[in-house]
């Protein structure tokens, strides 16, 4: 997967240039349909080239489609992923690479890459950062796109090897007679025991800065009691991109690891897309610091006023030219682009026609016509 800044690399580099986008479903239900991606293809080719007229730009389209004759990588169909892409120029392939989600079945000829279709499957490129709790140590993984990692382990500063590593659950049975030297005893060793996790927690923190950005999400699970501690401890620092997992067992397996890391990175993206597109459309219009719409979004993106920029899988797939032209402007400008999905793309979807920006400034409505022309 290409990074944001790759991307951005990308279209610079590629900018003036003529480039076939190619974007392909290539999931299959039936093992019998695994190549069917190829006639697909082809198909989408030869409709992209009718509609070339100059002789030259045709032939140099055809020096571009000859490159995907035989694709490398390939398509990966039922067994890999469920999507693919590639650009591709009159002097080969750029760039060629399976998708982790399925897109709209597209092709364009076109000066630069287009990329809107990409950035849906670029916030699945996210990783997501697992820390399995006990009251002396974390273990720690990162998953994304499907693959599992262990990174290292933490230990509690100043662990005892002595000291039990878990807590014991309180006796159910009484005594008949005090033990105040043996209570004193137990509850020395239980401050020691929590001010080490403390310290533990702070390093858990700092560990996890040092190996995520803004982007990461945080999956919190392990024994129960330490891994709410933890929780508690680290909620405010990564306050909207974490989750502590109640099922999320310290012997969990790799398999039930990584499937909890992409349930609550699914949960995560989406309790913040929502969020975040009613914020916008609450904020939207008069002097708020959001746009709107098409119209809106366009007029804060002539003035250089958008931070974000959302707009919804619908929306590139009916109006394919204006959010490539729309994401373009974004990225060239140094802002952020998303794409929200269930809920929250349902909502951008019926609220404001699949589009809307968060803004670094509040910017005056218009006074004068032609609001809608291109950014």
């Known amino acids: 997967m290409l990074t944001l800044a790759e991307l951005q690399e990308m279209q610079r580099e590629l900018a003036g ?19 069917a991606w190829r ?21 140099e389209f055809d020096s571009a489609a000859a490159f995907l004759r035989d694709p490398k990588p390939s398509p990966g169909g039922t067994w890999r992923a469920p999507g693919w892409v590639a650009f591709v120029t009159a002097d080969g392939v750029r760039y060629a690479s399976d998708l982790p989600v399925a897109p709209h079945t597209y092709a364009t000829w076109r000066s630069g890459p287009v990329v809107a279709p990409y950035l849906r499957a670029l916030k699945q490129s996210h990783p997501v950062l697992v820390a399995l709790v ?8 990162r998953y994304i796109t499907g693959v599992l990692e262990p990174i290292e382990k933490l230990d509690a500063p100043g662990y005892d090897a002595e000291r039990p590593g878990r807590p014991t659950a309180p006796s159910l049975h009484g005594t008949s007679a005090a033990t105040p030297r043996g209570a004193t005893g137990s509850d020395a060793a239980s401050r020691r025991r929590h001010a080490s996790f403390d310290r533990l ?12 950005s803004n982007d990461s999400w945080v999956l919190i699970g392990g024994t129960r009691e330490w891994a709410n501690l933890a929780g508690d401890a680290l909620g405010r620092q990564f306050a909207g991109r974490m989750i502590v997992s109640t099922s999320l067992d310290h012997d969990a397996s790799d398999s039930e690891i990584a499937s909890a890391a992409k349930h609550a990175a699914s949960d995560l993206r989406a309790t913040r897309g929502l969020t975040l597109v009613d ?9 708020g610091h959001a746009a709107v719409g098409v119209p809106a979004t366009q007029r804060a993106l002539r003035a250089q006023a958008v931070d974000l920029l959302l707009v919804t899988p619908r ?17 060239a400008s140094g802002a952020d682009v998303d794409v929200p999905s269930g809920e929250a793309a349902e909502q951008l979807d019926r609220a404001a026609d ?18 809608t022309a291109n950014p």
């Open 17 to 35: 240039t003529e480039v076939l986008s190619v974007y392909l479903e290539t999931r299959a239900t039936d093992p019998a349909m695994r190549d």
């Open 39 to 59: 006639a697909a293809l082809q198909t989408t080719i030869r409709d992209v080239r009718s509609r070339i007229s100059d002789d030259g730009a045709r032939a």
């Open 134 to 141: 006990e009251s002396d140590s974390v273990r720690l993984f």
């Open 201 to 212: 927690v702070v390093s858990l923190g700092e560990r996890l800065v040092q190996l995520g």
């Open 279 to 287: 914020q916008l459309i609450d904020q939207g219009g008069g002097k």
């Open 315 to 331: 929306f590139i797939s009916a109006h394919e030219d204006e959010a490539e032209d729309l994401v373009r402007a974004t990225i």
């Open 354 to 371: 699949g589009i809307a920006a968060r803004l670094r400034f509040a910017i005056d409505e218009p006074s004068v016509a032609g609001d």
